[in-house]
């Protein structure tokens, strides 16, 4: 069924009305409501209150759900046309043409077409909390007394990992490398010492024994 609603000498160029007509059309009523919130023209308002009204006279007048209209047409005529003037050098007049239009907004009901969304489920705030429903408090009510008792005896201790040696940084291995090193090539050195040490005091007391005698 069509419903129509009118809105005649609207201040507003037709030329400007169509444009967001046409953006309009084979739309639900309620996405184009939307549509004309956002739009930054001035003819949104204008288009917007005709569709409205023709969304409250379906309703009220036809007893037609409003969930199920759609946008039909919207019709953009041209009405009377005030002519003005604007003063000019040398005595001259400059013409202004204030425009009106005429807006008839067609809404038919198509049940079944608008698809409706379904609503989604709302994240909790940090600050408040999830208050659980009806429903998903007795599921977890099921669950809970499905489940068995478990006892000390059936809790299976997790086993427990060797802790692991820290090994430094790879300066600290390439130093302890190094300082091996050294002491392996000081010990041959310190026995050569000792040796020639050995000899030294052993001729001395020899010759100490050849002067005694």
Do not use: Y
């Not at 091996?180 to 000081?186: P, S, V, Y």
């Amino acid at each position: 069924m069509e419903v129509q609603a009118k809105a005649k000498w609207v201040r507003t160029s037709p030329r400007k009305v169509r444009l967001v007509a046409q953006t309009l059309r084979n739309l639900p009523v309620s996405e184009a409501l939307v549509a004309c919130s956002f739009m930054p023209k001035a003819a949104a308002r204008d288009v917007a209150k005709v569709i409205r009204s023709a969304q409250a006279n379906a309703e009220n007048n036809f007893n037609l759900v409003k969930d199920d209209l759609v946008i039909k047409e919207i019709r953009v005529e041209p009405g009377p046309m005030l002519k003005r003037g604007q003063p000019r050098a040398m005595g001259r007049l400059f013409s202004i043409f204030k425009r009106t239009s005429h807006i008839t907004a067609v809404v038919e009901d198509r049940p079944g077409v608008v698809k409706r969304r379904a609503a989604l489920p709302r994240a909790p705030q940090p600050g408040s909390r999830a208050v659980p429903t009806p429903a998903a408090a007795a599921a977890a009510r099921a669950a809970a007394a499905s489940r068995p008792a478990t006892t000390e005896s059936d809790e299976v201790e997790a086993p427990t990992r060797p802790k692991q040696a820290k090994t430094g940084p790879k300066r600290e291995a390439s130093k302890g490398q190094a300082e091996g090193k050294k002491t392996e090539a000081k010990k041959p050195r310190t026995e050569s010492t000792r040796s020639d040490s050995k000899q030294k005091d052993s001729k001395q007391k020899d010759s100490k024994e050849k002067k005694g005698k």
